[in-house]
């Protein structure tokens, strides 16, 4: 069992920054793929970006390449999305789980809401 917590969003202008984190607990987050999801109201949850256990290879969603970065820290058991020029259409709760993701492992999310 894997206990994923989200921090890190909050209100920003477009073109912004912000950096989210994700906890996670037990012994096997090293050795899983993890991914970033979000949801935006009144649509479906949707992969953001996905990367390796080891971290050296990753995947992204064509509407945030080139602006968001997902890494991982495996020492620190955290995985993180670097999120730059940010859109409003980026406005969304944030979730990280695993790749493929797993139903009893959805943590609370982050929100994250872009406006001026």
């Known amino acids: 069992q894997v206990l994923l917590v989200e921090s890190g969003g909050g209100l920003v202008q477009p073109g912004g920054s912000l950096r989210l984190s994700c906890a996670a607990s037990?012994?096997?987050?090293?050795?899983?793929?993890m991914a970033w999801y979000r949801q935006a109201p009144g649509k479906q949850r949707e992969l953001v970006a996905r990367?390796?256990?080891?971290?050296?290879?990753?995947d992204y969603a064509d509407s945030v390449k080139g602006r968001f970065t997902i890494s991982r820290d495996n020492a620190k058991k955290t995985a993180y999305l670097q999120m730059n020029s940010l859109k409003p259409e980026d406005t969304a709760v944030y979730y990280c789980?695993?790749?493929?993701?797993?139903?009893?492992?959805w943590g609370q999310g982050t929100q994250v809401t872009v406006s001026s």
């Open positions: 037990g012994s096997i987050f090293s050795f899983i793929a």
């Open positions: 990367i390796t256990p080891r971290g050296d290879s990753t």
């Open positions: 789980n695993t790749y493929p993701m797993r139903p009893n492992y």
